[in-house]
Each structure stands twice: as C-alpha cells, then as structure tokens.
C-alpha cells in the first residue's frame, strides 16, 4: 500500500501538484489519469522521490518513504519496479543485460541463477528469443515489454508505470494492460498506472484517481467512471465519441 | 552569478561520483569497457596527430634556423622540448576533450533525456558514480599511456621527416634528443595528462548529467562539453606550469 497526504509540488513559482492526498492499493492496478499536463508524471516522480516534493508525506506501507535517510530509502528502492513513458532501457545493453541488470547490481546470485531468472521474466512478458539483440532493434510494444520484465527482475512490491500504452496499437496496449493487471495479482503488488487512455481506465481501473490541474478531482472505481456527476471530470471521460455512445447505449 | 551556480553544482556531482561505489565488480568492469571505449580508440588519432606535429616541428625549426652559427643539434633538442613540454600533454588534451568530451557528454545526456538517468536512480543505483566513476578511472589510468605513445611518435615523426627531407641528419637528430635533457620535464607531462583527464572527464560528464530537454540539448551540451573543458586545460596548464617549473 502507498499513502500520500498533502503533497504539494511546484517548479519556480509554477504550482504542479495541489494538496493530493490518496491511497493506492495492494493486489490493485491504481490508475492516476488525467489530460496532458495535468502532473500525472510529476505526481509519480514525486512518490518515487526522483523529486522532492515541497510539502506532504509520501508512505510506503507504514514507512514515511520521503523523510527517511539515504541508505532507508535505497531498501525501499531496491522493492520498486518502475516502467518509464518512453521504456528508458539502457541502449548500449541487451535484452537480455537489461533485465540482468538490477540482479548484478543488487544480488549475489550466480550467473546460472540470473540467467534462469532473466529468462523467467522474459517469458512472462511473452519475449522469447531476443536476448541478445539491442532495444533499437525490438519494436516499441517489445521495449515495453522488455522494460516491464526488468522492472519485475527484482520480484517488487511496488510497481509504477507511466503510460505504459502510450504510442502502442489498441491490440498491443490491451496486452501490456493486461500484462500489468496479471502480474499485479498474481505477485500481489500495489500498482500505480499512469494513462490517459479511456480503454486502459474502462478495462484494469480497480482504483481510478483523476488529476485536474494538478489536484485530485474525483476518485473511484471503473464501475463508477460512467456514473459521475462530476463536470471537470466528465469532460475528460466524454471527450471520446466512443465513451459517449456507450453512455447513450446505458 | 551563474558561473558559481555552476562551479557549485559541479562540485555537489563530483560528491555523489565519490560516494558509496556500489558493487566492487561491477565497477571493475565497467572501468575495463571504458579503457576501451575512451582510451584504446583514441590510440590511431593520437598517434596520428603526434607524427604530423613532430614532423611539422622538426622542419619549421630547421627552417627557421638555417645560420651556421646555430649548433647542429638545435633541430632535435626543440622537437623534444616542444614535444615534451606542450605538445603531448596540452594539445594531446585538446584533441582529447573534443574527441572523449563530446562521447561523454552525448553519452550521458542521452541517457538523462531518455529516462534512463531515472532509471538508474529509482532502482536504488547512484548514477553518478555508476556512470562517471568508471570513466574518471579509465581515462586517468589509460591517458598516460597516451601521452608517453604520443612522445614516442612525435619524436620519430620529426626524425623520419627530417632525415627524408634531409633538413637534419640522423645523427644531429640524436644528439639533440640527448643533449641537456630533463628528465622532470616526463613527469610534467604525465602530471598535466592527469589533471587534464580528469578534467576533460568530469567536466564532459557534468554538462550531459545536467541536460534538460531531448536530442537537440544534449547536442548542445556536448559542445559546450568540449569547450569548457579546453578552457579549462588551457587554465590549468598555466596554473601547473607556474607550479611545476618556475
Ligand atoms: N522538470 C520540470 N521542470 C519544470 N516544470 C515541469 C517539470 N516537469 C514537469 N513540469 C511541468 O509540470 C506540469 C505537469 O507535467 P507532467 O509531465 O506531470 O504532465 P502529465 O500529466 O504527465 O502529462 P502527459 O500526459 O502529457 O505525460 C507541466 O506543466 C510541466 O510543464
Ligand atoms: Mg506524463
């Protein structure tokens, strides 16, 4: 479980996040949306302390994650799996180094044993046989992928994503979405999903948070998004003509 | 203002570059990949540039100094004190800055603008060390080695160009090489070769780590990489040379 409460955030006088205050759930894909610009990516940068925030607390489980020391902090990393909006694999390793990568760094395990396990994550993402080539010679959807097995190399307990669909084909961003809603139930993980993409809210919001202008605006289930009396909110949900037509179906 | 800004954010990276290295053997190799990458590919230019400029030496002085009251071994004796002095170290270091400078900074800044900076540091890795350390190593280990080729040819350059040319023979060559020579003047150079390798280094390293924005900054910052850093070697140069040889 993460907690945040109060977290405010601003960059040169230029207010981001407005008092956010929210709980995201253990076994739960959590979603943050909102429009472009909102601070969704700032707001999760801020959790994973790539930023610091100006004011609020930011809890992992029962640990003040944002008030603790260096070393305190680095433990609680080494359990956070994180999948950036463009992948950020390293570019001058392989797959297969990619995903190896936090094993050489934070475990003593063998080359055998990294192996096995690199190829066990590799295959739950359903990338076999691309090892050895470079991430500029896999498509986008396969980076994707291949950043998303090296996130959960580690077994994680937290697992953040920022747009995990963004420039993917509907066909292949329903995959990770649903790759990302397995992997959270099954390792019983607290995920936190980044997107403005209405398919991803309707199909693995377990938890929806929407961000307006850097505040939190509404806040909810999937089964509630077609429900909502909320303007600001419903602007966003009914910008696409799909979503309007389901509404008019119900 | 902002030089001091700058001069002070330098210094808070150079801090996280020296603390808490993570794995020993992780930093072994990478330090291997970057003797590679930063030190063994520069060999061909270096050796390139250093037979074309003790060549160019060689004949400027003998033709500069064609009086007969000149002694014979003037030719050599200035080919290896401008080797020597300035030629393997500061302008070796210039060539270097814009030749590792600008690898460092575009390799690191592309990095920063593609998240993987983040990456790194959300996983629990400090970046700066993993990423600067190995290099700071590699090219303060592996420059020396440089500098000394960079002699070795320089001065077979001059010699092989001034006898063809026949503006010096073999044996007037030799005696100047030999005559009232130095031996401190070696030291100096590999003095100047590590402070300079560690300049290039982290001041290269400093500009990619701090881009902001994508592929265009980081273009910029590789520029700017090399030339804060040859301003730099050309400070330092005088700063040592006051320090090392009055
Ligand atoms: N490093 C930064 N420095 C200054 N301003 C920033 C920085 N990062 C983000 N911002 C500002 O914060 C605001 C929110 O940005 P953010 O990246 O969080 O949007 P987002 O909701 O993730 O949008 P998108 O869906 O397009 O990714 C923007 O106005 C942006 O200009
Ligand atoms: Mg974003």
Redesign the interface.
Known sequence: MIRVSGIFKSFNEHAVLKDINATFEKGKTNLIIGQSGSGKTVLL?CM???FDVDDGEIYYDDVLFNKISFTE???I??K?G?L???G????SSTVEENVM??L???TNMTLEEKRERVNFCLKRVNIINFNHLFPAEISGGMQKRVAIARAIALNPRFL?CDEPNSGLDPKTSILIDELIKEITEEYDITTIVNTHDMNSVMGIGDKIIYIYKGEKWWEGTKEDVLQSDNKEFNDFVFASALTRKIKGIL | MRIFNLIGSYFLLLGKVFSMP??KM?YYKLTIKEIEKLGLNSIVIVAIISAFMGAIITIQTAYNTTSPFLPSYLVGLAARDSILLEFSSTIVGLILAGKVGSNIASEIG??RV???I??L?????NSASYLILPKIIATIFFNPFLTMLSIVVGIIGGWSVGVFTGVVTTQEYINGIQYAFIPFYITYALIKTVVFAFLITTISAFQGYNVEGGSLEVGQASTRAVVASSVAILLFNLILTQLLLS
């Open positions: 940068k994973v302390g790539l902090r680095k433990d990393r080494k956070i994180m950036f909006q463009s950020a694999l390293f570019d990568f936090p050489d760094m934070f953040f | 993570e794995k992780i592309t990095m593609s998240q993987q983040d990456a540091e959300v996983m629990g890795v």
